[in-house]
């Protein structure tokens, strides 16, 4: 199976700060890389399809970038209600899931 | 629109079989493939596996000897049976579209005498 690593695990940030999150892969994943939030009690809600691809309704804050093992999801300008728990997920082989970022807005 | 809406029972006592259903809407499932996914309180994802549009199915392989998903497409329904349930099989336990675009809500199974 891939390994997805996450990091880092818990991020502290206040509101405007430009926050980047990482997933690195053991292997190439062909950009089959999706991001989503997660906040307590609730599903995923996916933010970022494909490394790079923004799902309809999400701000334009949130961006996702990479290529072959190494992904980020940035938010540009974080906002108070981006507080949550953050996922890698890659869907190229047999689909894991990074360890999960969580972000406190400071 | 696009819907996935798990059900089943919330709590399973430990040795028996649980049975959970997801509903599908706005997906056909001869030309989707759906998975299961499951989270105990407060840790990560894990994939269980997948029921695949042509009916073949993939599993995890560290819980393969205990999963059998399975679906009925005139009702359009994805089925996930899973024996010998512990009390680390507590998780919130999702259906989703293979790709990760659509979730259910989630269902809440707790393995308790």
């Known amino acids: 199976d891939i390994q997805m690593t996450q990091s880092p695990s818990l991020l502290s940030a206040s509101v405007g700060d430009r926050v980047t999150i990482n997933c690195k892969a053991s292997q190439n994943i062909n950009k089959y890389l999706n991001w989503y939030q997660q906040k307590l009690g609730e599903a995923p809600k996916l933010l970022i399809y494909?490394?790079?691809n923004l799902q309809t309704g999400i701000p334009s804050r949130f961006s996702g970038s990479g290529s072959g093992t190494d992904y980020t999801l940035t938010i540009s300008s974080l906002q108070p209600e981006d507080f949550g728990t953050y996922f890698c997920f890659q869907h190229n082989s047999w689909p894991t899931f990074g360890s999960g970022t969580k972000l406190e807005i400071k | 629109q696009v819907q996935l809406k798990e059900s089943g029972p919330g709590l399973v006592q430990p040795s028996q079989t649980l049975s959970l259903t997801c509903t599908v809407s706005g997906l056909s499932l001869t030309s989707n493939s759906v998975s299961w996914i499951r989270q105990p309180p407060g840790k990560g994802l894990e994939w269980m596996g997948v029921i695949w549009s042509n009916g073949g199915t993939d599993y995890n392989s560290a819980i393969k000897s205990r999963l059998s998903i399975s679906r009925d497409t005139s009702k359009s329904q994805v089925f996930l049976k899973m024996n010998s349930l512990q009390t680390e099989d507590t998780a919130m336990y999702f259906c989703?579209?293979?790709?990760?675009?659509?979730w259910g809500q989630g269902v809440m199974v707790t393995v308790s005498s």
């Open positions: 989703a579209r293979r790709v990760g675009d659509y």
């Open positions: 494909n490394t790079n």
